[in-house]
Each structure stands twice: as C-alpha cells, then as structure tokens.
C-alpha cells in the first residue's frame, strides 16, 4: 500500500524530493485517521526518525537534524505523502523509508508506533 519513490544521487547542498503513494484506501480518511512518517537507516546503523506529519490535524514533527532543510507535507488529491529535502550533507545519505501508524504524539519518533511501511528508497549525497 505504500509505494516509496524519488531517492537519487545528489552533491552536497542540493535537493531531492521523495514521495511515499498510498494506495488501496480513501487518502483523506486514511490521513484522518493515521499519521505519516520518514524514516531512515544508514549503513551500519539503526533506523531514525526523519518526520511525521500528524494524522488530521496535519501538525509536522521534525527530527533535529533535518530541522529547517526538510519539509514533509501531503496532497489528498495525490494520495502522496512528501518529503522535501533542501541542503542535503553526506550524512543524509541513506535509505529513506515513509510509515503510517497511530503512534501517540509523545511516541511519534519511535518505529514501534508505525504499522505500515514502504520499501525504502535510497537516498545518496557525495562531497
């Protein structure tokens, strides 16, 4: 149900967009009921939370790091879910995963809150 796409290689300080289709299901009442997240592993490491985009409200939750260079946002008429990425660094570099789940607002950055999962898209940002 979750079709993840967009991922490339970039130089440092350029932008990608990913996309995360939902698909089988209404969008609108699906993001009623459900928030939307990026999350991503790098070689070697656990994967991280990126950003939620919190379910009806549409509220948006970022990750530290990616703080002011990412933007998530969503198109009901799309079933899609984005993420923008601007200023990219190496250490973006990984496999970029988008997630749906009911997780509790205090737990919105932990994977166990997610149910659903894409397939990952890779995501690579040379010096």
């Known amino acids: 149900q979750l079709q993840a796409s967009g991922g490339g290689l970039v130089k440092a300080g350029g932008s990608l967009k990913l996309s995360c289709a939902v698909s089988?299901?209404?969008?609108?009442?699906?993001?009623?009921?459900?928030?939307m997240a990026w999350f991503r592993q790098a070689p070697g490491k656990e994967r991280e939370f990126v950003a939620t985009?919190?379910?009806?409200?549409?509220?948006?939750y970022y990750e530290q790091a990616v703080k002011g260079r990412f933007t998530i946002s969503r198109d009901n008429a799309k079933n899609t879910v984005y993420l923008q990425m601007d200023n990219l660094k190496p250490e973006d570099t990984a496999v970029y995963y988008c997630a749906v789940g009911r997780p509790i607002l205090s737990s919105r950055e932990r994977r166990e809150g997610y149910t659903y999962w894409g397939q990952g898209t890779q995501v690579t940002v040379s010096s």
């Open positions: 089988g299901i209404t969008f609108s009442s699906y993001t009623s009921s459900y928030s």
């Open positions: 985009i919190w379910r009806n409200v549409g509220n948006t």
